[in-house]
T-cell receptor, first 111, second 113 residues
Framework: DAGVIQSPRHEVTEMGQEVTLRCKPISGHNSLFWYRQTMMRGLELLIYFNNNVPIDDSGMPEDRFSAKMPNASFSTLKIQPSEPRDSAVYFC?????????FGPGTRLTVL | QKEVEQNSGPLSVPEGAIASLNCTYSDRGSQSFFWYRQYSGKSPELIMFIYSNGDKEDGRFTAQLNKASQYVSLLIRDSQPSDSATYLCAASMNSGGYQKVTFGIGTKLQVIP
């Protein structure tokens, strides 16, 4: 079975541009998570969906960040406008019971 | 104060030795605990979970949980250079009807040939 799929794998953009990250969870998983990882802050939960419904978005840094899950097989994380401090690796993970399964991540660089 | 604490390391052990990775958590409501392995430039990979006090063994890995002391550990026996990675500890608790998971900063393990 395919694991969690994320695209793009790398994204380089300029400050002020809109960035959209995409995720396809493992089929049958009912929970989806978006994380951001940096050296300084480690792995931070941004938002958590359960059965396509956002449950906890307390980790979303500010209004520049938004996430959607229109169906069980697709989710997006959008940053508009992007800033250099948003540079990080963004992971999507899915889960059914115990434990989360991570995608390969998107390395975002905002110049 | 971070809810899940880990020493960032690096922890260096010789090949063949036992590597001991430790983690403490602050919320007594935490119910399940997970260890993830993350190679440099890769994504975290789930290697073990534990929810009952005591030990749980899987091959060369043993997870230990002591809820009274709020302490979780991962032992890696016969450490190999391929075990060199960052090991993330995570704690899960029921919050508002769903499982909230908090990760530690991770401990970098270096196995020296």
């Amino acid at each position: 079975d395919a694991g969690v799929i994320q695209s793009p794998r790398h994204e380089v953009t300029e400050m002020g541009q809109e960035v959209t990250l995409r995720c396809k969870p493992i089929s049958g998983h009912n929970s989806l998570f978006w994380y951001r990882q940096t050296m300084m802050r480690g792995l931070e939960l941004l938002i958590y969906f359960n059965n396509n419904v956002p449950i906890d978005d307390s980790g979303m840094p500010e209004d520049r960040f938004s996430a959607k899950m229109p169906n069980a097989s697709f989710s997006t994380l959008k940053i508009q406008p992007s800033e250099p401090r948003d540079s990080a690796v963004y992971f999507c993970a899915s889960s059914l019971f115990r434990g989360q399964y991570f995608g390969p991540g998107t390395r975002l660089t905002v110049l | 104060q971070k809810e899940v604490e880990q020493n960032s390391g690096p922890l260096s052990v010789p090949e063949g030795a036992i590597a001991s990775l430790n983690c403490t958590y602050s919320d007594r409501g935490s119910q399940s605990f997970f260890w993830y392995r993350q190679y440099s430039g890769k994504s975290p990979e789930l290697i073990m979970f534990i929810y009952s006090n005591g030990d749980k063994e899987d091959g060369r890995f043993t997870a230990q949980l002591n809820k009274a002391s709020q302490y979780v550990s991962l032992l890696i026996r016969d450490s190999q250079p391929s075990d060199s990675a960052t090991y993330l500890c995570a704690a899960s608790m029921n919050s508002g009807g769903y499982q909230k998971v908090t990760f530690g900063i991770g401990t970098k393990l270096q196995v020296i040939p």
